[in-house]
């Protein structure tokens, strides 16, 4: 494709007349740039200037993604000019796409995101890559699965490539308030508890929970109330010290912050539910992602 601007041609054919410009310029073979390169100097106050613009249009796949690392963000994490975290899941994903398909750039979209210390299990969670200029438009999608776990060193793994529009991206948001999350996470009460102390939260079926913005985000996001619907909670004593619970909510709960109520931020919150004894989460993982129709609405027995 060959680009010539309005303002070239105006000034490569300034003073001359009709008669003059179609001697000139003509019509057919040879290109208009080529033509106006013949023009001859005296006609032509500025050189014209030819620029060619090779590009396809982008292509997109989407899949499911499954995180291992309790270090690695979802995304390139930059603070104060300073990287944190072990690469991302953004870069195991996309550096070896643009590898096989040869492009200039790939763009992560993510149907949300965990904490950089929280990992992603289960099946996994949607993601879509945009592939821009691909020199290879349609390579074989199963490829880049044993790339992305080579890239990561075993981290990142992706599954259900499929090829996808441009319209999957916009319905990744949707689609994320519609779903359902399973958490499982390790509790420590610095109290000694037994298993009977925790039936308080196995009794919990689909509760409102009330979350202002958590301290540990209010610098970058604004101050609102959430509510959220706890759908059920399923403990598990582990010592006196000890417990775990899976978790079954509404897509964008807090659950750190459910969990040790967030000085009162929160509630109710586990804390809350165990009659206001101290209760810190020490580890959590996303069990799974599930529209409502694959939820159900009961624990595990």
Do not use: F, I
């Given at each position: 494709t060959s680009t010539v601007s309005s303002m070239a041609v105006v000034k490569a054919l300034g003073g001359l007349g009709a008669s003059e410009c179609l001697a000139h310029l003509g019509s057919g073979p040879p290109s208009l740039p080529e033509r106006l390169q013949r023009l001859p100097l005296s006609a032509a106050s500025e050189a014209a200037a030819t620029r060619f613009v090779i590009g396809r249009a982008s292509v997109y796949f989407r899949g499911r993604y499954v995180k291992l690392s309790r270090t690695m963000p979802q995304s390139l994490w930059v603070i104060d000019g300073e990287r944190k975290g072990d690469g991302s899941v953004e870069e195991s994903i996309c550096g070896p796409s643009a590898t096989l398909f040869g492009a200039s750039e790939c763009k992560f979209h993510a149907e949300g995101r965990e904490d950089i210390d929280v990992r992603m299990l289960g099946t996994g969670r949607t993601f879509?890559?945009?592939?821009?200029?691909?020199?290879?438009?349609?390579?074989?999608?199963?490829?880049?699965?044993?790339?992305?776990?080579?890239?990561?060193?075993?981290?990142?793994?992706?599954?259900?490539?499929?090829?996808?529009?441009?319209?999957?991206?916009?319905?990744?948001?949707?689609?994320?308030?519609?779903?359902?999350?399973?958490?499982?996470?390790?509790?420590?009460?610095?109290?000694?508890?037994?298993?009977?102390d925790l039936e308080p939260l196995r009794a919990q079926r689909d509760v409102e929970v009330l979350q202002k913005t958590p301290v540990r985000v209010l610098h970058r996001r604004a101050q609102a109330v959430r509510p959220r619907t706890l759908h059920w909670v399923e403990p598990r004593w582990i010592n006196e010290h000890y417990f775990q619970l899976r978790v079954n909510t509404q897509a964008g709960m807090y659950i750190k912050e459910f969990v040790h109520g967030d000085l009162g931020r929160t509630r109710p919150s586990v804390r809350d539910i165990l009659g206001g004894r101290r209760i810190e989460i020490t580890l959590l993982d996303v069990e799974g992602v599930t529209s409502p129709d694959e939820a159900g609405g009961e624990a595990a027995s």
């Open positions: 879509v890559v945009e592939v821009k200029n691909a020199k290879r438009a349609s390579p074989a999608l199963e490829s880049l699965e044993t790339a992305v776990r080579g890239a990561s060193g075993g981290v990142v793994s992706v599954a259900g490539l499929t090829w996808c529009t441009a319209a999957a991206m916009s319905s990744l948001q949707r689609d994320a308030e519609n779903h359902r999350k399973t958490y499982v996470c390790m509790c420590w009460s610095p109290t000694p508890l037994q298993a009977e």
